[in-house]
């Protein structure tokens, strides 16, 4: 299971409306561990990026980056075929990052946990066209 960037962020120190990997600890998301998680490399640069126009500390962010490549799978973005499918999916999404995020679940074939509206919005093209599903921090409380 590919996670996107939102869920990274409490790792920094950034409150989030929903702490997926918080739930996954305390064992209330069912079928799910941390140690099957994956995330995009570009994820890492999200959060740095965040957290610097929300002004948290870089010793925060650094610890943060730091557990996200001991605990996670991290996946390069610059592999041709996820820049490939992410080239694709701009004709659905204008945020290029949400793209490789995407791309990177697909390529992976690995179902992708998002809080994204515009994913989500699309999220029926997605799962027809690519074969993996999109969910959502309520829909693995379910």
Same mark, same amino acid.
């Given at each position: ?9 409490? #790792?920094?120190?950034?409150? @989030?409306?929903?702490d997926l990997l918080r739930? %996954?600890? /305390? ?6 561990? !941390? ?33 996200? #490549?001991?605990?996670?799978? @991290? ?6 075929? %996820?820049? /490939? ?6 004709? !659905? ?8 995020i995407v791309a990177t ?38």
């Amino acid at each position: 299971m590919i996670i996107d960037t939102t869920y990274l962020l409490p #790792l920094a120190r950034i409150g @989030v409306r929903h702490d997926l990997l918080r739930a %996954i600890v /305390e064992g209330r998301v069912q079928g799910v561990s !941390l140690s099957k998680l994956g995330v995009s490399l570009i994820s890492l640069f999200e959060l740095q990026a965040k957290a610097a126009k929300l002004g948290i500390p870089p010793e925060h962010v650094a610890r943060a980056v730091r557990a996200i #490549l001991k605990s996670f799978m @991290v996946i390069p973005f610059y592999s041709t075929k %996820i820049i /490939e499918t992410a080239h694709e999916l701009r004709t !659905l999404m204008s945020d290029y990052i949400d793209c490789v995020i995407v791309a990177t679940a697909v390529v992976t074939g690995e179902d992708l946990v998002t809080e994204d509206t515009v994913i989500h919005e699309n999220s029926e093209h997605i799962e027809k066209k690519y074969g993996i599903r999109v969910l959502s921090y309520n829909k693995l409380m379910r």
